[in-house]
């Protein structure tokens, strides 16, 4: 069974730094593409950044572009997404997402729980 | 970008009884190669992660109820719930995944009365 469990969510200042996990259990993670979705309080789905499952391709939203970074360490099966210069309406849940394809399709098949991302001073 | 615009935006309909969700992009998400629309239907419930209901505008996911159908091509999409179920009380939302970004619509409220 696909497993997401997503971390380091919390709450930060303006112009700070988070870095969010994505621990992969239940499927051969090297092989498939993964995804950043936000979410912010009572709004919709937001797509934030695809990486393939080599980790060469990288693809953002222009709002996180610059600011954000997506990576992923295949020996450990675990996503990050490096979050820089945060601002207000960067506040959301980030949801890690499973794509069924290795070059990123942006289909997504299986989704984490989430972790809440509040930006304010 | 491609938007995506859902019809209607909230929907209160009877236990038993059909929901019919209307899904419009700006441009068509049809790829006339693989003759497959890039078109996804999600399930969100209260508190949950949504969840892939549909896939390539009419497949559904393994699991998933067959009360639940999606249809249309080009532009024009619907998921249609055949017989409201109680825990079939969400938000669904379509995707487009046929060209960068992906982008959503803005979801649809399904109640019950």
């Known amino acids: 069974e696909v497993h997401l469990l997503e971390s380091g969510g919390g709450l930060i200042q303006p112009g700070g730094s988070l870095r969010l996990s994505c621990a992969a259990s239940?499927?051969?993670?090297?092989?498939?593409?993964m995804t950043w979705v936000r979410q912010a309080p009572g709004k919709g789905l937001e797509w934030v950044s695809t990486?393939?499952?080599?980790?060469?391709?990288?693809y953002y939203a222009d709002s996180v572009k610059g600011r954000f970074t997506i990576s992923r360490d295949n020996s450990m099966n675990t996503l990050f997404l490096q979050m820089n210069s945060l601002r207000a309406d960067d506040t959301a849940v980030f949801y890690c997402?499973?794509?069924?394809?290795?070059?990123?399709?942006?289909?997504?098949?299986?989704w984490g729980q989430g972790t809440l991302v509040t930006v304010s001073s | 970008d491609i938007v995506m615009t859902q019809s209607p935006d909230s929907l209160i309909v009877s236990l038993g009884e059909r929901a019919t969700i209307n899904c419009k992009s700006s441009?068509?998400?049809?790829?006339?190669?693989?003759?497959?629309?890039?078109l996804a239907w999600y399930q969100q419930k209260p508190g949950q992660p949504p969840k892939l209901l549909i896939s390539?505008?009419?497949t559904r996911e393994s699991g998933v109820p067959d009360r639940f159908s999606g249809s249309g091509s080009g532009t024009d999409f619907t998921l249609t719930i055949s017989s409201l179920q109680a825990e079939d009380v969400a938000v669904y939302y379509c995707?487009?995944?046929?060209?960068?970004?992906?982008?959503f619509g803005q979801g649809t409220k399904v109640e019950i009365k």
């Open positions: 997402a499973k794509d069924p394809d290795r070059s990123g399709s942006y289909l997504l098949d299986h």
């Open positions: 390539w505008a009419s």
């Open positions: 239940g499927f051969t993670f090297r092989n498939y593409a």
């Open positions: 441009q068509i998400v049809l790829s006339n190669s693989k003759n497959k629309n890039y």
């Open positions: 990486l393939s499952a080599s980790g060469v391709s990288t």
């Open positions: 995707q487009q995944y046929y060209t960068t970004p992906p982008t």
